[in-house]
């Protein structure tokens, strides 16, 4: 018996953001399917890989191109049906077995109001996910500084859970949520390739 | 709806074919749902119905179905449940759980028992990840960033959460028309996701007299934390809940 995890952007046709499949015999053997090819490895994601939440501020300053926007800004339709127009910033690295790769910027909206960009960087070794960073996030005003601070650690340890850990679901919703999952693919789409 | 869903099955290696065919069908269903209710899309039925360019009964019949489930939330919950905002028609507040809550019989009807759907934070759970274990959900904490606030198991049941921890209150006490600002969050663990959302939605607007209704609503188990951080949880949810020392 094994587990798939399938999560998707419900506004978004077709979009698949995480898709893995684990071995359900008690180890945590996941591995993302949108690695194929790749060794599962036994490998146990700590709590030290939701790298994001220690420390998200200094991060930001690394990708100067993705200012976000500022509050208040106004989008002529509903955003989350918009694609991440960004290209990833930043070329594969690649060490034995080992990857980090960036995902595409994303604009994390709430109804017709645009907070700033979601970006992440993965790094995957032997198909599994070992850490999550956000290097980029809204922090254009104090409000968004805040819950950025907040729910970016939480989608970080949410992703990293899904491969295995004793928890299985978070409850508790993040509008930055979509935005977070969005990225993650993208990275994982150049991990693949 | 702008939101992330996601489903997590388990399932034999052979079934895969039937996993990802199951999980089709869901989230179309969750696209269909999004064109008739989005109070963001100018087509939807809810749109077009609020700016009078469509009636009643020209609307999908699921309309009716939502806000009969609509009037009867309200009445359980004494008005605090409210499918109007702004003079204008918006069911949204019940929408999300209620869909994923049918994406999930979705599953279970395509011999799918052991799933987890999760709809932007907003938990249907059926079965278990593996045999002998429920689904462990864990509680974000509206204020800590670094911890949940709870970790429940549920096997059939569902776990929804509603906070101001987001964007601002949005949240609006419709007898007083002002943001609710004594929770920061209320979860709320029950049989059925429709309303374990609706109920979280509507205790965050009743504030902490929220504790005392949930004495006559059976079945469904709540934790309120506070802005301070001082939290609630009723007898039944710290029965239920890991709760962290």
């Not at chain 1, 104090?142 to 601070?149: A, F, L, Q």
């Not at chain 2, 990802?20 to 179309?28: C, L, N, P, S």
């Not at chain 2, 670094?146 to 569902?158: H, P």
Request: glycine share 8%; net charge negative; with cysteine.
């Amino acid at each position: 018996m094994r587990r798939a995890i399938l999560a998707f952007v419900a506004t978004v046709a077709g979009l698949v953001v995480l898709l893995s499949f684990k071995t359900a015999s008690g180890k945590s053997t996941n591995r993302p399917v949108a690695l194929a090819g790749t060794t599962p490895s036994d490998q146990t994601a700590s709590s030290d890989n939701s790298a994001p939440s220690d420390n998200p501020a200094p991060a930001a300053s690394s990708t100067p191109s993705s200012q976000p926007s500022q509050p208040g800004q106004s989008t002529p339709t509903q955003t989350p049906t918009q694609t991440p127009t960004k290209a990833p910033t930043k070329a594969p690295t690649k060490t034995a077995g080992t990857k980090t790769v960036t995902g595409s910027s994303v604009p994390v909206t709430e109804g017709f109001r645009t907070f700033g960009n979601v970006q992440v960087q993965v790094t995957v070794s032997n198909g599994k996910i070992t850490k999550l960073v956000a290097v980029d996030y809204p922090n254009g005003d104090p409000r968004s500084y805040e819950i950025s601070r907040y729910s970016i650690p939480v989608l970080g340890q949410e992703v990293l859970s899904a491969q295995g850990t004793s928890i299985d679901i978070v409850s508790g919703a993040t509008y930055t949520t979509e935005a977070y999952a969005q990225s993650v693919q993208a990275a994982l789409d150049k991990a693949k390739s | 709806m702008g939101t992330v869903v996601s489903f997590d099955v388990s399932a034999d290696d052979a079934d895969e074919l039937a996993v990802r065919a199951a999980v089709k069908v869901a989230v179309e269903w969750l696209h269909h749902v999004d064109a008739v209710f989005s109070t963001y899309r100018p087509d939807s039925d809810i749109s077009r119905l609020n700016n009078g360019e469509l009636s009643l009964a020209a609307c999908s019949p699921l309309v009716g179905q939502v806000f009969e489930l609509c009037s009867d939330v309200a009445r359980e919950t004494r008005g605090y449940f409210s499918s109007t905002f702004a003079g204008r028609l918006d069911p949204t507040g019940l929408v999300k759980g209620w869909s994923v809550e049918r994406a999930s019989e979705l599953l279970r009807d395509a011999g799918l028992p052991n799933h987890c759907v999760n709809g932007g934070g907003d938990v249907c759970a059926r079965g278990g990840p593996d045999p002998g274990r429920g689904w462990s959900v864990a509680i974000t904490h509206p204020l800590r960033r670094d911890g949940f606030a709870a970790v429940v198991e549920v096997r059939d049941g569902a776990v929804a959460t509603s906070g101001t921890t987001e964007r601002g209150l949005h949240v609006v006490n419709p007898f007083t028309g002002r943001p609710a600002t004594q929770l920061a969050s209320v979860t709320v663990v029950g049989p059925d996701l429709t309303r374990a959302d609706a109920y979280a939605t509507a205790a965050l607007a009743m504030g902490d007299a929220a504790r005392e209704w949930f004495d006559e609503i059976a079945d469904y188990e709540a934790l309120a934390i506070a802005p301070d951080g001082v939290g609630w949880a009723t007898p039944g949810f710290t029965s239920i809940a890991a709760l962290p020392t």
